[in-house]
């Protein structure tokens, strides 16, 4: 079926380069993309197992050492910040939050929290300056020399990843998780999983993942419930979740369309050339229905 | 060198000091400036602008509440989010008299025009407070385009429609400056400034609106509607005509002496008449509340907290005002019209404020501790606003708002 698929696209490119111009070829060739476009072929992605995590929250304290971010408040080691739930901030890309066995019989589940690298980022479509790339390799990336701040992102994040520097007067940014860029485009993996010493998150390609994802729960299914989050969610996003209890107990959004955020404003925007060129012309008609009743008197 | 000889003298920059100080010595203005309500304001911009000095030196963080999970705070939702359809009343005016041809309300225009132009004006400069590098402010128009965002739209949009009500504006100023033939040119765009006004605020009014779109999983599901747009844009059009009637009866009450009797005489029943049109409206509002709620099955939402608070606001803040401008309009009466307004005007903001902050994020746990501003914030806000009036005042004190120039009566 895919395959098929591919030949006519490449088929019905053949046509067009022989029927227009480079120009126009140029564009067609973008728009036919876009249409199909389901995402860049080998995008990078974690496999986050909450089952696995102990909290011992080395993946905070490589990740703090890896992006050379301020030292925090209270040392890594130290497991009282468990006390309360906490966020992505200025200061950290990521945060570990722990969650009572509700039941209270188990032990304690803990949860990474930080940027889920969206396929179809909601910060992205939602950036008047475009200051959000998702690259090929999967990382939604952030400029911080096109951005004026307008912090729009924060709001369209379905995850509430980005954090603000507030606290900056003039050069404040939006900060957030790069999912390692430099390091993977070297070659080498996120330090948040290099740190992690359970393996309890995994660094690959995003389709790779969702295998393996689905063997463990074929392998384990009374230790994982049936679902990964990350994989349809806001259209898919580049970290997926294995869970042994449902994900709303961990925090995790549930209210979220399985379409890219984009779409819910597709509507609206496809609806402004009209209004540009249909409103124009009624206005000339109700200005020229006034000014002839005005000849007739 | 006196101000009195400099005048005399009549030289340009004498007769433009002359303009300035409505024809006062200098002595004599600077007399003038002390009153109750400059007193006050002076205290509030003493402790105001300091304020907004020290979020340059200081950052955000020190004036607002705005945080990671609450990124715009009272600053925008008061400021952009509720200023904006408080200042349609440039494009509602304009679009009645010159466009539908509704001539007996020309004594408003002007005054429409002007509100509305301070109003975006004053909703820039709260963004600029707010945004992190204020002066990267044009570079969605020049520097690096996201045509997929709305606030790229509303970006566009605001900073075309500010030149726009300046440009509808600019005879008023002109004449205050006796430039004839320019004012000349100002008249003949009138037309195309207003369609194209029209066409601006469509977009703008209800793109405020389709911003919240990317929320789904923030915004209640009662205040999240693909309906968003629609909801703000036809709010924008009662918003715009309230705001006329409580504008007019403010410098009706307050500015008297810089009125015409054309102004003063036809005022009561021209507020009738826009009151009319308001609750035509905010019914037609109310409805498409009640649809958004069918369109997504929310009905049952309507026995939760959130949902009370939702009849408040429809019903409280839509309907009731809607009835009280109807009762006013039947007994003819100016008064309960004006009530009616300023109630309306009310229920426009907490809509605004609903959507953008007291139903935004609700599932975050603690939600709704961010709600009343720090001190400082609100310092902010009242300097600004106080800043606003104070230049409004400024203008209709000296430029030909409230009245015609006796020298311009030719008629449009």
């Known amino acids: 079926m895919e395959e098929k698929k591919g030949i006519t696209r490449r088929d019905c490119l053949k046509a067009l380069t022989a029927a227009g111009g480079t120009a126009l070829v140029g564009s067609a060739v973008d728009a036919h ?17 909450t089952t696995e995590c102990v909290g011992c929250r080395s993946c905070e304290a490589a990740c703090n050492r890896a992006n050379r971010l301020p030292a925090p408040a209270v040392p890594f080691d130290e497991k009282s910040v468990f006390e309360e739930k906490r966020r992505p901030t200025a200061s950290a890309y990521t945060v570990v939050n722990r969650y009572s066995d509700t039941e209270g019989t188990g032990p304690p589940v803990y949860r ?19 200051a959000y790339t998702k690259t090929p390799e ?20 379905p995850f509430s990843a980005p954090a603000y520097d507030y606290e900056s007067a003039l050069e404040p940014r939006i900060v957030k998780c790069t999912l390692c860029y430099e390091r993977v485009k070297k070659g080498g993996i996120p330090a948040c999983a290099e740190a992690c010493p359970v393996e309890a998150i995994k660094f690959g390609k995003r389709k790779d993942l969702l295998r393996l994802a689905e063997a463990r729960i074929r392998k384990y299914p009374d230790r994982y419930i049936d679902r990964i989050y990350g994989e349809q969610e806001v259209g898919g996003t580049s970290w997926l979740y294995l869970s042994g209890v449902p994900f709303d107990r961990l925090d ?30 009624f206005l000339g008609m109700a200005y020229a229905a006034t000014r002839n009743k005005e000849e007739d008197k | 060198m006196s101000n009195e000889s400099m005048a005399k003298a009549g030289t340009f920059p004498s007769r433009f000091m002359e303009k300035l100080l409505m024809g006062m010595p200098l002595s004599d203005y600077v007399r003038t400036l002390i009153t109750p309500f400059n007193v006050v304001a002076m205290g509030i911009l003493s402790i105001g602008i300091p304020l907004i000095v020290l979020r340059f030196i200081d950052g955000l963080a020190v004036i607002t509440h705005a945080s990671h999970d609450y990124p715009w705070s009272i600053l925008l939702g008061w400021g952009l989010f509720s200023g904006v359809p408080l200042s349609a009343t440039g494009y509602i005016m304009a679009t009645a008299v010159y466009i539908f041809g509704f001539k007996k309300y020309h004594p408003l225009v002007r005054l429409g025009v002007l509100t509305g132009f301070m109003g975006y004006l004053f909703a820039v400069i709260y963004l600029l407070i707010d945004i992190g590098r204020p002066w990267r402010i044009y570079y969605p128009m020049a520097v690096s385009f996201g045509p997929t965002s709305v606030l790229f739209l509303v970006a566009w949009h605001v900073a075309l429609y500010l030149t726009v009500q300046l440009l509808e504006f600019s005879p008023a100023i002109l004449e205050w400056l006796n430039s004839r033939r320019v004012r000349k040119w100002a008249v003949m765009i009138t037309i195309g400034m207003t369609v194209a006004g029209v066409i601006l605020s469509t977009l703008h009014q209800s793109a405020l609106g389709a911003l919240f779109l990317l929320a789904p999983g923030k915004v209640h599901p ?27 009866t403010v410098v009706a009450r307050f500015m008297r002496n810089r009125a015409d009797q054309e102004f003063l005489g036809s005022l009561d029943p021209l507020t009738v008449g826009l009151g009319r049109a308001a609750s035509i409206v905010m019914f037609v509002y109310f409805a498409l509340k009640l649809i958004g709620v069918a369109h997504d099955d929310n009905w049952s939402l309507l026995t939760t907290p959130y949902g009370y608070w939702f009849l408040v606001e429809v019903f409280l803040f839509v309907l009731l005002p ?16 004006r009530f009616g307004a300023f109630f309306a005007l009310a229920g426009v903001i907490l809509n605004r404020l609903n959507v953008t902050l007291i139903t935004f994020n609700w599932n975050v746990p603690g939600h709704l501790h961010h709600l009343v501003p720090p001190v400082r914030e609100v310092f902010v806000v009242l ?10 005042r400024w203008i209709v004190n000296r430029m030909p708002v409230l009245k015609e120039h006796p020298d311009y009566r030719e008629h449009e």
């Open chain 1, 33 to 49: 993309a876009y249409k199909k476009f389901s995402g860049w072929p080998d995008r990078c992605g974690m496999l986050a197992d």
């Open chain 1, 112 to 130: 990474k929290v930080q940027c889920n690298h969206c396929n179809e980022p909601s910060c992205a479509s939602a950036c008047p300056v475009r």
């Open chain 1, 138 to 157: 999967g990382a939604v990336l952030y400029n911080k020399d096109l951005c004026f701040g307008c912090r729009y992102c924060m709001v369209a994040c």
């Open chain 1, 252 to 281: 995790f959004p549930e209210n979220l369309p399985d379409k890219p955020l984009v779409e819910q404003t597709k509507g609206f925007l496809s609806a402004v050339p009209l209004v540009l060129v249909l409103w124009p012309a």
């Open chain 2, 222 to 248: 009662l205040w999240y509607s693909s309906f968003l747009p629609v909801f703000f844009f036809v709010s924008s059009i009662f918003a715009g005509l309230v705001m006329v009637i409580a504008v007019s």
């Open chain 2, 322 to 337: 809607g009835i009280v401008l109807t009762r006013g309009v039947k007994r003819n009466s100016a008064r309960m019209v």
């Open chain 2, 383 to 392: 300097a600004i606003a106080t800043l606003h009036i104070i230049i409004f």
